[in-house]
């Protein structure tokens, strides 16, 4: 009785810092359907990695808000505030994701698992023989609580990440992954280091404060 108390107070509390969170209130004022967008927009303020006339595939891309920034990116005309899509695109995005999507106008979604050989080659089929100029990933498990077994998911996730890039995005193209601090996280800045030419590291304001949570973004392909 004590465990399911304590487990009702904590998602009250945590309902009440989503409601009045700054992000997921400027989230539904902008169109954005997860406040996650706003992750991705300062990684792409601060590096610049996102033009219009690009290939951008999203992996683990539902509910959608980092491919709906990136509709915006690639829509120079587009009227300015709002998530949702607007004006002609220039340049084309596909999105992966296990879970359902609703549909972003322009998106190519694929539903399915990347791990699985007929997903990526289906993935690769829609890229249409054309590389990847950025490849942006916010995939992560579902956490269990044993470190040592949530390590392991993590690091499969960013290796699939890494092979994807590695076979499907340009040489001077970027990789952008949500990490976590932890047992797996070295090992695997230093697979980024061993990918990339240059590797940085960032935690974006609208990452929640007590989330260990981070992001790799590694610039320019190193030749095999």
């Known amino acids: 009785m ?3 108390v304590k487990s009702s107070k904590v998602n009250r509390a945590w309902l009440n810092d989503h409601v009045n969170d700054t992000y997921v209130k400027l989230a539904k004022k902008d169109g954005y359907r997860a406040r996650a967008a706003y992750k991705l927009q300062e990684i792409d303020e601060t590096l610049h990695l996102i033009k219009p006339g690009q290939l951008v595939v999203d992996l683990g891309s539902a509910p959608g808000a980092w491919s709906q920034y ?8 587009s009227a300015t505030g709002g998530g949702a899509a607007a004006g002609a695109l220039n340049g084309r995005i596909i999105a992966l994701d296990l879970l359902p999507m609703e549909p972003i106008e322009d998106v190519l979604f694929i539903q399915g698992d990347l791990r699985e050989d007929e997903v990526l080659a289906q993935l690769a089929k829609h890229m ?12 992560a498990p579902n956490l269990s609580g044993i470190s040592s077994a949530d390590a392991a998911r993590v690091e499969h996730l960013i290796e699939l990440a890494l092979e994807f890039a590695q076979d499907h995005l340009k040489p001077e193209g970027a990789l952008v992954a949500k990490v976590f601090h932890g047992g797996s996280y070295d090992a695997l800045y230093q697979r980024f280091r061993e990918t990339f030419v240059t590797v940085k590291r960032l935690k974006p304001k609208a990452s929640r404060d007590k989330s260990s949570e981070t992001f790799l973004i590694g610039l320019q392909l190193r030749t095999r």
């Open 128 to 139: 249409q023989g054309q590389r990847a100029d950025v490849v942006i990933s916010d995939m």
């Open 2 to 4: 004590k465990s399911a």
């Open 70 to 77: 990136v509709r915006r990116k690639l829509s120079p005309k």
